[in-house]
């Protein structure tokens, strides 16, 4: 069973710093493109990041400059670094993982709770 589990998140005051982490466990890491999401309540989830296999990156607007998506493949681990964090940030924050075309496949973490407050 393939298993993505975030940690890292928690509350910051407004203008703080938080690294998310999430770890991936039988997959093949490497070939899939990870991406970051978040839902804050009653709102859709939407894509915050996201790093494909090669290393090429893409950010929503609302966090460009901010926020930092990497990947270490040899801890199958992917980061998400947010600076300057906002209270409009504050939402479950969802690892993803989704597979090359040839496979299919997609697979979501549980999620972990950012709050930004002061």
């Known amino acids: 069973q393939v298993q993505l589990v975030e940690s890292g998140g928690g509350l910051v005051q407004p203008g703080g710093s938080l690294r998310l982490s999430c770890a991936a466990s039988r997959i093949i890491f490497s070939i899939y493109t990870m991406g970051w999401y978040r839902q804050a309540p009653g709102k859709q989830r939407e894509l915050v990041a996201a790093i494909t296999s090669g290393g090429s990156t893409n950010y929503a607007d609302s966090v460009k400059g901010r926020f930092t998506i990497s990947r270490d493949n040899a801890k199958n681990t992917v980061y998400l670094q947010m600076n300057n964090l906002k209270p409009e940030d504050t939402a479950v924050y969802y690892c993803?993982?989704?597979?090359?075309?040839?496979?299919?496949?997609?697979?979501w973490g549980q999620g972990t709770q950012v709050t930004v407050s002061s």
């Open positions: 993803n993982a989704d597979g090359p075309g040839w496979r299919n496949d997609n697979y």
